[in-house]
């Protein structure tokens, strides 16, 4: 059968007359809700509260309820064990033969982070403090992903991200990295040009710490963590004002379709977070390992106090830390939760806590991290993101020591 | 009077009791006032001072969203951003709620708490949010009623 152009158009009014329903649209409450979130009157005190909720769940949930479950298994148990089992254990740490020093450490520890073995210290630092960590922060991250919350937190973000170049959806890998940076920096794959994925891999491997070393700086400057979060927040702002001033390329305006608001579902929640602590538990617990085994050997052979009395001046006259931080800083490469925990084993005072975990917190970030920056952006952004790190690190480091002299803490 | 009238009221002034209690909160982690507790309830909730900073300012907006939304409590927009702010005091309360349940359960170097602590951690006082709750749940009632007025307007 063959249709003028007429006759087309009046079938096609039959079909639309006998299929379509239409009718006026009313906005149910969650639509209405849906739409004051990504207002920012209504939008960002909700995102506080947001973000309120998930750091305390994180908290509660990670680091008190799970840790506390965790901690009498390594105390009580594991630790006593291979204090008993390891050979070669005598009154310090300098009589202890060399495995035992490896992999067990002081043996006059009072706490398991102060150990430094790769055994004890390892072990209870990847299992006893990061893991329920990791678990309370995927869990918060699915239950936001899967409710519809992310991409209206992409959109209330968009206008203070516009400032520095970067677009809404930079609030991803910016959450995510404060899980891991390694799930962080993959997710910068959302961004549309090239100078937006590199500023934001660049800033996230400087500024913005993993959810194993928050966990960590919560156990050893709780009460200055608000201040060194505020402080690494602010400085990720102002080294991205400079990044997108100084990085070639565009930054266009973000277009995205916003899902309705639905209620989450357990299952879909516990297998994501499954998924994520798997493969997170895959390359954070081997490499904290091996870090500390690294700088173990490093230590008990003299390099580790070499390099501290080299850079002695530095830490000293520019940072005001004792030279000891070296320690943390050489496994900051590897892991930078461990490196904040070998910060407690070092005596300081708080100002000196309080630079040195910057110091570590805005250092290199870990291998998994360089692995996956140069996997995702090449050899020359990995080099460039070095050189934004080392003028990053002396910048904010030397203004934090600034910071807290003017403060007198 | 008609509900929304009522609701209307209602959620004005517990908005300004949860305004006032936020920013009593806000000021005493500030440490402008000294902690202050009863038997029944308690204001600073937080180990962390900078944490009741945050707890402080969430209750506050939360108040003031509730109050703002509730003088226009019939309107969608207004009844929506009452809604809101109840969500950002459960959020609060949630917290409050998951805390105790946290601590009651681990013990103190051991894996589980006595019989005795454990209940302990579920005696007052309280902190206000969790007093604040059960009034900012009236507003699920508004929910279905809004619920239902939508569905008559569309049928």
């Known amino acids: 059968m063959t249709l003028k152009g007429d006759e087309r158009w009046e079938l096609i009014d039959e079909i639309t007359r006998k299929t379509v329903r239409l009718e006026e649209d009313k906005q149910s409450l969650l639509d209405i809700v849906g739409e004051l979130t990504v207002r920012p009157t209504t939008g960002l005190p909700l995102a506080i509260a947001v973000l309120f909720g998930f750091f305390s769940f994180f908290y509660t949930f990670g680091l008190s309820f799970l840790m506390m479950l965790l901690d009498p298994l390594f105390k009580d148990l594991i630790i006593p064990w291979l204090l008993e089992t390891i050979p070669g254990r005598g009154p310090t740490l300098e009589e202890c033969s060399f495995i035992f020093s490896v992999l067990v450490g002081d043996p006059n520890a009072l706490h398991s982070f102060e150990y430094l073995g790769v055994l004890t210290s390892g072990l209870y630092t990847a299992i006893g403090v990061v893991l329920p960590a990791v678990i309370a922060f995927y869990m918060m991250m699915a239950i936001l992903e899967d409710s519809g919350y992310m991409p209206r937190l992409a959109v209330l973000l968009d206008t203070v991200f516009n400032k520095i170049g970067l677009q809404g959806f930079a609030a991803v890998p910016m959450l995510l990295s ?44 709780p009460e200055h963590l608000g201040f060194i979060l505020l402080y690494l927040v602010v400085s990720f702002f102002i080294a991205g004002v400079f990044l997108s001033e100084f990085t070639p390329g565009r930054s266009p305006e973000m277009i995205l379709d916003i899902p309705p608001y639905r209620m989450p579902q357990w299952g879909n929640i516990c297998i994501k977070t499954w998924h994520n602590v798997v493969g997170f538990l895959g390359t954070a617990v081997p490499m904290v390992l091996i870090g500390i085994l690294i700088v173990n050997i490093l230590y008990l052979v003299g390099v580790i106090t070499w390099i501290g009395s080299v850079l002695s001046p530095l830490f000293l006259g520019y940072f005001g830390v004792p030279e000891e931080t070296a320690m943390p800083l050489v496994m900051a490469f590897l892991r930078k939760d461990v490196a904040i925990a070998q910060i407690t084993a070092i005596t300081m005072t708080t100002a000196q806590k309080i630079i040195a975990v910057t110091l570590v917190s805005i250092y290199f970030p870990c291998l998994a991290t360089f692995i996956m920056v140069l996997k995702e952006e090449g050899m020359i952004s990995l080099l460039k993101t070095i050189a934004i790190l080392i003028v990053c690190f002396f910048v904010f480091g030397g203004l934090m020591q600034g910071i807290v002299t003017i403060l007198g803490i | 009077m008609d509900k929304w009238k009522i609701g209307s009221v209602y959620f004005v002034l517990l908005g300004a009791v949860v305004l006032w209690f936020g920013c009593w909160e806000l000021i005493t982690s500030c440490g402008i006032t000294d902690e202050w507790a009863t038997d029944w309830l308690k204001l600073s909730a937080e180990a962390m001072g900078w944490i009741s900073i945050w707890r402080g300012l969430v209750t506050s907006l939360a108040g003031l969203l509730i109050m703002l939304g509730a003088f226009r409590f019939s309107d969608d927009e207004g009844f929506g951003t009452s809604v809101v702010g109840s969500i950002m005091l459960w959020i609060v309360a949630g917290s409050d709620i998951l805390k105790m349940l946290c601590t009651s359960i681990p013990g103190t170097g051991s894996w589980l708490n006595t019989f005795h602590r454990f209940l302990e951690t579920y005696a007052p006082p309280y902190p206000a949010a969790i007093w604040l709750l059960p009034f900012s749940l009236v507003i699920l009632h508004f929910i279905v009623l809004k619920g239902q007025k939508i569905n008559k307007e569309s049928q």
Do not use: H, S
């Not at chain 1, 404060?178 to 910068?188: D, K, L, Q, R």
């Not at chain 1, 500023?199 to 500024?207: D, E, K, N, S, T």
């Open chain 1, 178 to 221: 404060f899980g891991c940076n390694v799930p962080g920096v993959e997710a910068t794959r959302n961004l549309e040009t090239k100078k937006q994925r590199f500023m934001m891999v660049a800033l996230l491997g400087i500024f913005i710490p993993c959810g194993a070393q928050l966990g960590v700086m919560l156990q050893v400057v």
